[in-house]
Structure formats: C-alpha cells, structure tokens
C-alpha cells in the first residue's frame, strides 16, 4: 500500500485540536480508516470537516457538528449533477441512509456504534470512490 494514504492532513488535524471535539477519539479512527481504504483518497477541510476527494472531486465529507454525533456524508461533490435512476452503488451492509440515489449518510452515535460498523466501512469508501 502506499504510504502516502496513511498521513494525516495536518491542516485537519489542526483544525480538530482547535475544536476539541468530544468525539475525537472516533474522528482519529475515521481518518486513518478512510485513508487507509484506498491509497487515491486525499484530505483536506471542507463545510467544517474533514473531507476526502479522489482526483479532485469531494466524494465523502465527514459531518462533526453538533458535537452528538459523526456522519460521513457518501456524495458527489457540491455541484448539482443529473439524477440518476438507480443507486449509485449496492449497499450490501445495509448501512447507509439514502438521502437521493448518490448521496447517502452513515452515521455513527459513539464509540461501540463505530466499532459495529467499522468492518464494513472499506468496501462502502471503495465502491462509493469506483462509482463516481
């Protein structure tokens, strides 16, 4: 794998030290985990989060406030596309919450909800980041 999946965007990081979030703990495994799943994913902070874009396109935006819960935002950018008929992939874990047929939203309650979902997180970054 290539190493470079597995730093951390230190203006993220930042950023995250300045809020003191009291998720923080479940944020860290987020970032590493997203980072870790696929070596094309870059970070940066977008709509006040950690956001992740593959070739320039933000593709999943990680939604920390309020402070009561963490979301990861499945999308495809901020532009208005086409609607399409289908949903953009197929959610075999049955996680995601469709908001339309290419955006959806996993959510994350604290730390034992996080864990429970964790093994399936990989395949849904992957599948999401080859359908767009």
Known sequence: MNTKSLNLNAEVS?????LKH?????????????????????????WNG??????????ITMKIQPPRQIQLIFH???????ATTERLIDDHSGLLVWRTNDRAVLSFANMEDLLSKREHLKTLINDWIHAG
């Open 14 to 18: 930042e950023f995250l030290d300045e």
């Open 22 to 46: 009291p998720l923080r703990e479940e944020i860290e495994i987020l970032r590493n985990d997203i980072l870790k799943a696929n070596s094309s994913i870059n970070e940066n902070i977008k």
């Open 50 to 59: 950690p956001n992740y874009s593959v070739e320039g396109k933000d593709r």
């Open 76 to 82: 495809q950018g901020a532009k208005v596309k086409a």
